[in-house]
Structures are given as C-alpha cells and as structure tokens.
Nanobody, 121 residues
Framework: QVQLVESGGGLVQAGGSLRLSCAAS????????IGWYRQPPGKQRELVAI???????NYVDSVKGRFTISRGNAKNSVYLQMNSMKPEDTAVYYC???????????????WGQGTQVTVSS
C-alpha cells in the first residue's frame, strides 16, 4: 500500500559528504511529516532530522550545522545532505514518514528498509 525506499548510503572518509534520498510511493493522500532516524552499532535508534508539512525542520544536536534535510517538489520525497562527516555518524539510516492514505483514509507511521552509512577515519 505504501512503501519508502532509501538510497545514497555507502562508505565515505571523515570530512567527506553523502546525500541520502527517500521516496514514498503508494496510495498516498498526504505526507504529513518525513525524516531520518539512525541506529549506530550497539546503540539505540535516534531521530536525526525531520521536516513537517509546514516546512519546519528539527535536528539532533550532534548534526546541526553539518546536515541539511529538504523535501522534493512532489512532497513525497526527502533528502539528507550530510557534510563534514565524522566516524560517529556511522549507522544504519532509516527513512520514516507519517502518511495519510487515500483509500482507506488512515494515518500511519511508515519505515524504509534502511541504508548503511560508514564513515572511516
């Protein structure tokens, strides 16, 4: 019914950059909020960045000034530009969205499959 697909993960050296992409597809009425979580090895999942339907953004303190979240023109996609990357950014990154479907008209939380990001020192 609804699917989130991430891309752009990979291996990068400290100080480098990566750009993650996520596209939502299916019977979508609206994407109310969409963003990124990450889970480093041996640690709990945390919110990295989110952008709401009103266009407001929120970032975890550790990525402020380095990462930028944005939405595509179609509003069914989201991007995470990651600059000045650090080894502690190494994690599986998951796209997450609050989506209202067309039929039936229901609002639910959806997750992508995850994409691995590894930062070497």
């Amino acid at each position: 019914q609804v699917q989130l697909v991430e891309s752009g993960g990979g291996l990068v050296q400290a100080g480098g950059s990566l750009r993650l992409s996520c596209a939502a597809s299916g019977s979508i009425f609206s994407v109310n909020a969409i963003g990124w979580y990450r889970q480093p090895p041996g640690k709990q999942r945390e919110l990295v960045a989110i952008i709401t339907g009103a266009g407001t953004t929120n970032y975890v303190d550790s990525v402020k000034g380095r990462f930028t979240i944005s939405r595509g023109n179609a509003k069914n996609s989201v991007y995470l530009q990651m600059n000045s990357m650090k080894p502690e950014d190494t994690a599986v990154y998951y796209c997450n969205a609050v989506i209202t479907t067309e039929i039936p008209r229901l609002t639910s939380n959806y997750w992508g499959q995850g994409t691995q990001v590894t930062v070497s020192s």
